[in-house]
C-alpha cells in the first residue's frame, strides 16, 4: 500500500479516528493490495500463525466465521512480522467476515485482525508498545513505533494494522 510520505511522521500519537480522519484527508486513494483466503491463509499458516472460528468456516458473509477474503497484504505481513519479533503463538479469531463494527480501518475492510489472549504476547505487546490510554470503547490499547494499534477487548485483541512493521 502506498501511503502519504509525511503520514508516518504525522500520524505518531494519534488515536485510531483520529488517525482515519488524517489517512482520508491526506488523500491516500492508493488501495492496499488485498489477498484472497487461499493466498493470506497460505502465508499466515507458512508462518506458524494459525486461525480457529465458532464456526468452523472462513466464509466472508458470516459472521461465525474467520475470513481473510480481502484482507490487506499489510496486514497479513504485520501478523507475521509479529509473529517473528515476538516468538509467540498468534492464533487469529477474527478476519475480514461481517459482524464487526465498521469504519474505514475496519476488519471488513481488511485492516484489523482479532487474536487470543496467550501470556507470551500479552507480555510482548505490553512491555514492547506504548500504552496510550483508553479507546474511545473503553479498552486500553497500545501503540507499536510502525503506528500499529493493539486493543485488548478483554477476551481478544483487536490489532488495526496501518503498516506491515510489528
Known amino acids: 500500500m502506498r501511503v502519504h510520505p509525511m503520514l508516518p511522521r504525522v500520524a505518531v500519537g494519534l488515536t485510531a479516528a483520529a488517525a482515519t480522519m488524517l489517512f482520508a484527508s491526506l488523500g491516500t486513494a492508493s488501495a492496499a493490495t488485498k489477498l484472497s483466503q487461499s493466498t493470506a491463509a497460505s502465508q499466515l499458516s507458512a508462518a506458524g500463525v494459525t486461525h480457529s472460528s465458532s464456526g468452523g468456516c472462513t466464509t466472508r458473509s458470516n459472521s461465525t466465521c474467520t475470513s481473510y477474503e480481502q484482507i490487506n497484504s499489510t496486514t497479513v505481513d504485520g501478523v507475521i512480522t509479529l509473529k517473528r519479533a515476538s516468538g509467540c503463538a498468534i492464533n487469529i479469531t477474527g478476519g475480514t467476515e461481517v459482524g464487526h463494527a465498521s469504519g474505514t480501518y475496519s476488519h471488513y475492510n481488511g485492516y484489523k485482525v482479532d487474536t487470543t489472549h ?7 505487546i505490553k512491555n514492547n508498545f506504548s500504552y496510550i490510554g483508553l479507546r474511545g470503547d473503553g479498552y486500553p490499547q497500545w501503540k507499536a513505533a510502525s503506528g500499529n494499534l493493539y486493543c485488548d477487548e478483554g477476551s481478544h485483541w ?8 510489528g
Not at 496467550?118 to 510482548?124: A, F, H, P
Not at 483487536?158 to 512493521?165: A, K, L, P, R, V
Open 118 to 124: 496467550n501470556s507470551c504476547l500479552d507480555g510482548y
Open 158 to 165: 483487536d490489532i488495526t494494522y496501518f503498516t506491515s512493521g
